[in-house]
């Protein structure tokens, strides 16, 4: 695993409507029925463009997400291969923000990058790229074959990817990846493991896909947060691979 997989999976602040969390997590070994899904986790990821992740040099999109407690917006560029971000968006009391900073310096940062956007960045990053953390965070998973969704009334493969009771920012997380034939995931249910502020349930779809060079993006969710009402888009997707300095958008 490089160490910018590593890096990416760092805290996130668990009061944000950002609902998903980063951790560093140990890898287990599965049983036979969870090394065989494990291949299928990799078809799900190389169907998003794993196996061309490294010619990505950086990564742009808008964050949105509309729910009850109202709408946020954050602009993110990530260069993988080292890591730096650049952010904007608007600080805790509305003014806006721009910034830029090394992950691998992330304790020489200020309070603000440390504990408001860089957790903000993983969060969001992982609505962008879940399905690579499939295989990145080593994950036990297992396929429990075919199930209804959770929110339309379809049925699709189900897998269940389970994290370590110990170690790790979430201990214990689980998610239920429901998975076309065409190996896209259509929906998901997020459970937490950990007994921290909520959320603590979260159901949602993965929808309106768009290719930004060799990645596939679902760039529109809608579902529910602990019973809420929610709906998250990425906006603005674009890529730059390796060889060329102009940004490829997502069609």
């Known amino acids: 695993m490089s160490k910018t997989r590593t890096q990416a999976r760092s805290k996130m602040n668990p009061c944000m409507v950002g609902i998903l969390a980063f951790s ?3 890898i287990y070994p599965g049983s036979s029925r969870g090394q065989q899904s494990q291949s299928a986790a990799e078809q799900i990821a190389k169907t998003y463009g794993l196996d061309s992740f490294g010619q990505i040099e950086a990564i742009r999109y808008t964050w949105n997400v ?27 009391e509305g003014k806006p923000v721009k910034v830029s900073y090394q992950r691998s310096q992330l304790s020489n940062q200020s309070d603000a990058i440390k504990n408001e956007i860089d957790p903000a960045f993983a969060n969001d990053q992982y609505w962008l790229l879940l399905p690579f953390h499939l295989v990145w965070d080593g994950a036990a998973v297992t396929d429990e074959g075919m ?12 897998l269940v990817a389970k994290y370590p009771s110990e170690g790790g920012y979430q201990p214990g997380d689980t998610w239920e990846l429901y998975v076309g034939a065409d190996k896209r995931i259509q929906e998901i249910i997020y459970h937490r493991g950990a007994p921290n502020p909520p959320p603590k349930l979260v159901i949602a779809t993965y929808a309106d896909y768009k290719k930004a060079g060799p990645l596939l993006i679902a760039t529109d969710h809608r579902g529910t947060v602990d019973g809420n009402p929610f709906r998250i888009v990425l906006s603005d997707v674009s890529v730059k691979v390796t060889g060329s300095e102009n940004w490829i958008n997502a069609q």
Do not use: F, H, Q
């Open 24 to 26: 560093m997590l140990l």
């Open 66 to 92: 509309e729910s009850p407690r109202g709408k946020v917006s954050r602009t993110w560029e990530w260069s993988p291969k080292t890591d730096a971000v650049s952010y904007e968006g608007k600080d805790k």
């Open 147 to 158: 199930n209804k969704l959770p929110i339309g009334d379809a049925s699709a493969e189900r």
